[in-house]
């Protein structure tokens, strides 16, 4: 895939819910490692030092709250096998979202009864970014869960569907200007 390209069609990877967490995106992982690295380094140098400092001793609380997801995550950085991307700097990674607000959906209906629902995704970095999405189709059991456009290297679902029965996406907010809407969004983030 040419990440200058626009239409490029993005590869689809099954993820086995069956598996154990730390299995789930391994192949994922190493199919993108050179790209995640890539992204990995170019997000993380725009981040304060103080917050990278904060998530080293903190990380591990994840293991508590979101153990599944904790597992997921050191699987990809298992998989990456990089010293710079650290169990502590992919969590980091994984919740930045939390910390700032991107992207815009539409959810419309057209004449004929079809729901069409549109998202944008307002990343920096977006050659970065185009380099390492890709289409995850979820099964458990064998059988299909949902589709969700997804980034190498993080576990979030920012994207999702079923068809013919829902879909998700996960959009900006109203930003809050005072430092105190910070520390609310980080109370959250450490309590699940």
Not at 60 to 71: A, D, G, K, L, S
Not at 84 to 100: D, F, M
Not at 107 to 118: C, D, E, L, P, R
Not at 171 to 178: F, I, L
Request: proline content about 4%; charged content about 20%.
């Amino acid at each position: 895939m040419n990440p200058e390209d626009d239409q490029a069609v993005f590869r689809i990877f099954e993820i086995d819910m069956d598996l154990k967490p730390k299995d789930r995106f391994k192949e994922v992982a190493t199919h993108y490692r050179e790209a995640i690295i890539e992204a990995f380094d170019e997000t993380i140098q725009l981040i304060p030092d103080v917050v990278v400092d904060l998530f080293e001793v903190t990380s591990w609380w994840w293991n508590v709250i979101h153990h599944e997801r904790y597992q997921e995550i050191k699987g990809i950085v298992e998989a990456v096998d990089d010293p710079k991307i650290t169990v502590a700097k992919t969590v980091l990674i994984n919740y930045l979202y939390e910390l700032g607000a991107w992207c815009t959906s539409i959810v419309a209906k057209q004449a004929n009864g079809t729901i069409v629902h549109s998202r944008n995704l307002d990343f920096p970095q977006t050659s970065q970014m185009r380099a390492i999405t890709f289409n995850a189709r979820f099964k458990k059991g064998g059988k299909f869960l949902y589709n969700s456009i997804m980034f190498a290297g993080n576990v979030g679902i920012y994207t999702g569907l079923k068809p013919g029965a829902f879909s998700v996406s996960q959009n900006t907010r109203a930003p809050n200007d005072h430092y105190i809407g910070l520390i609310e969004n980080l109370i959250m983030f450490f309590t699940g």
